[in-house]
């Protein structure tokens, strides 16, 4: 079980980064929501490395997390089991991020759980409209700080949930 990967050449810089990272389980500065280690994260990621980071980040972070590997899974586990909040990759085959918000959306159970997006190709501001059209309660960049991420969780955890997409096509 492996945390990181490194591609040669190593820039000095990005190994000390990825040492300090592994030495210490992070832990999250920020004050715990109430009944912050109850809180249920749905992680939904296809790729094996960055699934793993996300839990270890937001177990870190004081979070009970589930983990599956594609939009389907992750609508399968939710029905199952509802969770408090769904982090969820955009870039994924079959079914990706946007359509995965729009399924829970329309879900009569699962539309009210707050759904933040991270993706580490998408990120300009319109993707970001995007994201939150589509109802999703955040949209973040993936980068190797999870600091951020984290704390827009906590904040979409303590907001109400976006209403509905509109899916209407525009005039």
Same mark, same amino acid.
């Given at each position: 079980?492996?945390?990181?990967? &490194?591609? #040669?050449?190593?820039?000095?810089?990005?190994? +000390?980064?990825?040492?300090? +990272?592994?030495?210490?389980?992070?832990?999250? /500065?920020?004050?715990?929501?109430?009944?912050?280690?109850?809180?249920?994260? +749905?992680?939904?990621?296809?790729?094996?490395?960055?699934? *793993? &980071?996300?839990?270890?980040?937001?177990?870190?972070?004081?979070?009970?997390?589930?983990?599956? /590997?594609?939009? #389907?899974?992750?609508?399968?586990?939710?029905?199952?089991?509802?969770?408090?909040?769904?982090? /969820?990759?955009? +870039?994924?085959?079959?079914?990706?991020?946007?359509?995965?918000?729009?399924?829970?959306?329309?879900?009569?159970?699962?539309? #009210?759980?707050?759904?933040?997006?991270?993706?580490s190709h998408y990120g300009n501001h319109a993707d970001e409209e995007l994201a939150? #059209?589509?109802?999703?309660?955040?949209?973040?960049?993936?980068?190797?700080?999870?600091?951020?991420? &984290?704390?827009?969780?906590?904040?979409?955890?303590?907001?109400?949930?976006?209403? *509905?997409? /509109?899916?209407?096509?525009?005039?």
């Amino acid at each position: 079980g492996f945390s990181a990967l &490194l591609l #040669k050449p190593i820039d000095p810089i990005a190994l +000390l980064e990825t040492v300090r +990272l592994h030495l210490e389980r992070p832990r999250s /500065s920020a004050p715990p929501l109430q009944n912050e280690h109850g809180i249920t994260v +749905l992680v939904v990621d296809d790729d094996p490395l960055q699934r *793993r &980071l996300a839990e270890y980040q937001l177990t870190g972070g004081g979070f009970r997390v589930r983990a599956v /590997s594609s939009a #389907k899974e992750a609508l399968e586990a939710a029905q199952e089991s509802p969770p408090d909040a769904i982090l /969820s990759d955009v +870039l994924m085959p079959d079914m990706d991020g946007f359509e995965l918000c729009m399924c829970i959306r329309r879900h009569p159970i699962l539309s #009210k759980i707050p759904v933040l997006l991270i993706s580490s190709h998408y990120g300009n501001h319109a993707d970001e409209e995007l994201a939150l #059209k589509l109802g999703a309660s955040a949209f973040v960049a993936r980068s190797g700080d999870w600091a951020h991420a &984290l704390h827009t969780l906590r904040e979409v955890l303590s907001q109400p949930v976006p209403a *509905r997409a /509109s899916l209407e096509p525009e005039a």
